[in-house]
């Protein structure tokens, strides 16, 4: 039995869920969100909560109703508040901007790159060295980030690149100068 599927998700105020034909939407204040399910589970809104229930006993059942119970939970978190990653960009000379919906990158490359919004997906810098992605659904707002982040890797001997807020990076320990061999 999946432990995640059984639970019930509440479902706050300003938000609302609508399960017609195997389609299940939410709807809040960060805008709406939809998501198709297999006909392995039922989903079911009653008393202020959704409740994700099997068709079955077989394992296939088991593993979507964790699955699609979480995905749902995800909409209704993302809708009333939102998700964000924060990245880091480290290196010498590089710089951030935003200008409208573009983001230009300057990356130590010979040229500056430019990222536009995905819909759905905001970009705030709060510093010099700091990008935040914002949005409602989870799964866009990482891949996102995960595309910003793949622009300038983090290099090992120094450090350089775009990287996520808080991540531990492992150096290299680099040549050691003047070392004498035996």
Not at 21 to 41: A, E, H, I, M, R
Not at 58 to 82: E, F, P, W
Not at 86 to 102: A, D, E, I, R
Not at 160 to 179: D, H, L, N, P, W
Request: proline letters at 4%.
């Amino acid at each position: 039995m999946s432990r995640i599927g059984k639970l019930p998700i509440d479902i706050p105020a300003g938000v609302t869920v609508e399960v017609k034909d195997n389609l299940v939407t939410v709807k809040g204040p960060k805008g709406t969100l939809s998501q198709d399910y297999s006909k392995n589970v039922t989903v079911e809104v009653k008393d202020g909560a959704v409740h994700v229930l099997r068709n079955d006993e077989t394992t296939d059942s088991n593993a979507k109703q964790g699955l699609y119970r979480q995905l749902i939970h995800n909409m209704v978190v993302g809708v009333k508040d939102g998700f964000k990653k924060s990245l880091t960009v480290k290196g010498v000379g590089y710089k951030l901007n935003k200008q409208g919906k573009k983001l230009v990158l300057s990356l130590g490359y010979s040229h500056p790159i430019e990222f536009e919004e995905v819909e759905g997906v905001t970009f705030e810098i709060p510093d010099n060295n700091t990008i935040i992605v914002n949005g409602a659904d989870k799964q866009l707002v990482g891949e996102v980030a995960a595309k910003l982040k793949a622009l300038r890797p983090v290099e090992p001997y120094h450090g350089y690149g775009i990287r996520y807020t808080g991540e531990t990076v492992i150096m290299k320990a680099g040549k050691s100068a003047g070392k004498k061999k035996k």
